[in-house]
């Protein structure tokens, strides 16, 4: 099974994001993916601020 973030998606993260990368590799999201009967659940958590942006509804576009 491939997961996949499009240009769309990577868009709407980057725009959403507003937190500084504290890592040293500037690692600073959480992706999820949760396959399910209906479609694919995409969520992307910031490890800094601990918000969640839901790209399911994106995905299903």
């Keep these: ?22 890592d040293v590799a500037g690692a600073k999201f959480t992706y999820t993916f949760i396959p399910t009967g209906l479609g694919l659940v995409i969520k992307v958590q910031c490890d800094i601020c601990k918000r969640t942006l839901d790209l399911t509804d994106d995905f299903l576009k």
Excluded: G, L, P, R
């Design 1 to 22: 099974m491939n997961f996949i973030i499009n240009k769309e998606m990577q868009e709407k993260i980057k725009n959403w994001d507003s937190c500084n990368a504290v």
